[in-house]
């Protein structure tokens, strides 16, 4: 496979596959370290590369009336872990190993 057949594969996995862009730089990466490090061959710049597209991700994020709103529905174990969640920003695992010695209450 030349040039055209690899832009080709690289083409077919982003417009007809509809793959991922981390999926297609991945095989982009791939091919070109086989091309290159393996075979020993030197692939041009790929002309007519269709790169897929890196889908819009619009961060989801609590207003303070809303947060009140999900910790007034718990109590106990429950609400102190959530508070500690969302007020120190740690992640659930870390919350899960927290033991009383590690939290100064002052």
């Not at 981390?22 to 370290?33: D, E, V």
């Not at 290159?36 to 207003?63: C, I, M």
Request: aromatic share 10%; charged share 20%; hydrophobic share 50%.
């Amino acid at each position: 496979m030349g040039e055209a057949e690899v832009t080709a594969f690289l083409n077919f996995l982003a417009v007809k596959r509809g793959v991922a862009a981390s999926t297609q730089n991945q095989a982009l990466s791939a091919l070109l370290f086989l091309y290159q490090e393996v075979l020993g061959w030197k692939l041009g710049w790929l002309e007519n590369l269709q790169r897929a597209k890196r889908p819009v991700r619009l961060p989801v994020v609590f207003t303070r009336a809303e947060v009140k709103a999900v910790l007034a529905q718990m109590d106990g174990t429950k609400w102190l872990m959530a508070s500690l969640l969302y007020g120190c920003g740690l992640r659930l695992h870390e919350c899960l190993r927290l033991r009383v010695k590690d939290i100064d209450f002052a």
